[in-house]
């Protein structure tokens, strides 16, 4: 899912998830699939849309842009938590 631009993963870890999306040949971004209106709640995870390009909790309907984890819509008034990516050509790394 990320060998080209706008690709984008699922990855294990975080709280609920992480999900990656490449956006350049040398950049990634990485955000936790939580959805921030609120946390506690077991469902409020985060899914990408047919789109590609955004994704949404379905239990409160708040929708975010993947390319930076801001809110688009929804009740939600917080960004998705960003992790930090470092890519030497060859290994991703994401880390806090």
Same mark, same amino acid.
């Given at each position: 899912?990320? =060998?080209?631009?706008? !690709?984008?993963? $699922?990855? #294990? !870890?975080? %709280?609920?998830? &992480? *999900?990656? $999306?490449?956006?350049?040949?040398?950049?990634?971004?990485?955000?936790?699939? #939580?959805?921030? $209106? /609120?946390?506690? *709640?077991? #469902?409020?995870?985060?899914?990408?849309?047919?789109?590609?390009? #955004?994704?949404? /909790?379905s +239990?409160?309907?708040?929708? %975010? *842009?993947? &390319?930076?984890?801001? @809110?688009?819509? !929804?009740?939600? +008034?917080?960004?998705?938590?960003? $992790?930090? +990516? =470092?890519? =030497? !050509?060859? @290994?991703?790394? *994401?880390? =806090?």
């Amino acid at each position: 899912g990320l =060998n080209s631009v706008g !690709g984008w993963v $699922y990855l #294990t !870890g975080g %709280f609920r998830g &992480i *999900i990656v $999306y490449r956006l350049s040949p040398e950049e990634f971004v990485a955000f936790e699939r #939580t959805c921030p $209106y /609120d946390p506690e *709640i077991s #469902t409020a995870r985060v899914e990408v849309e047919s789109s590609g390009l #955004t994704v949404i /909790d379905s +239990t409160c309907g708040s929708r %975010f *842009i993947l &390319i930076d984890g801001s @809110v688009y819509s !929804g009740p939600a +008034t917080k960004s998705l938590k960003s $992790y930090r +990516t =470092n890519f =030497n !050509g060859e @290994v991703l790394h *994401i880390f =806090n």
